[in-house]
């Protein structure tokens, strides 16, 4: 049996940490306030509820955690808002560079909301994801291809070379890859890809 100080111990240690600033307690000076962020929802489930953690992340820590039960715009503002609310009150001209998101459109439009002059990036896995899931047998020789191209094109060392690669890439693929979902795919990874730069 346990006793009731041992309980109340452990229900009072629960009770706390929502009082605190996540960000307050782990990033300690302002000059270690990361400015390159990545925003996330993680899916869970509370019996039968479906429910989304939106997690920040920034200097390879977690910086935000907060329990949504839906992935609207509206309810990931203000969600992902608690993170931006304690970022500012410990530095309030705050304002990340660039904040990479999944490619949600309502994740980026939330990251886009929240901090107006950061630079949105869409994860490059996700667009690929995209390309592979669209692809079919038919489209195995093609996707081999352009799975090298795609992620050589990740790996280029700085932003002209990227571009550079993308562009050619973008070349072949009309070039060379028939009409279909699997060309449409590769196309808006491109497509994003060149506006985001």
Not at 47 to 57: D, E, N, P
Request: charged share 20%.
């Amino acid at each position: 049996m346990l006793s009731h100080t041992y309980v109340m111990y452990w229900y009072r240690a629960e009770c706390v940490l929502a009082h605190y600033n996540i960000v307050g307690i782990t990033i300690k000076h302002v000059k270690n306030l990361p400015t390159d962020l990545l925003i996330d929802e993680h899916h869970s489930r509370l019996g039968r509820h479906k429910l989304h953690v939106c997690t920040t992340i920034g200097s390879n820590c977690f910086l935000g955690a907060s329990v949504s039960t839906n992935i609207d715009y509206e309810h990931l503002v203000q969600f992902y808002g608690v993170f931006k609310d304690e970022i500012l009150n410990i530095y309030p001209q705050y304002d990340a560079e660039s904040i990479n998101t999944d490619g949600f459109q309502s994740t980026s439009k939330t990251a886009a909301s929240l901090f107006l002059k950061a630079q949105i990036l869409r994860c490059f896995l996700h667009g690929f994801l995209k390309i592979k899931f669209c692809g079919t047998k038919a489209y195995d020789l093609y996707f081999n291809i352009i799975a090298d191209k795609v992620w050589n094109c990740y790996h280029a060392e700085d932003k002209f070379i990227f571009a550079q690669r993308i562009r050619r890439l973008k070349e072949w693929t009309q070039t060379y890859v028939p009409e279909s979902s699997f060309k449409t795919a590769v196309k808006t990874l491109l497509k994003r890809r060149i506006h985001g730069l």
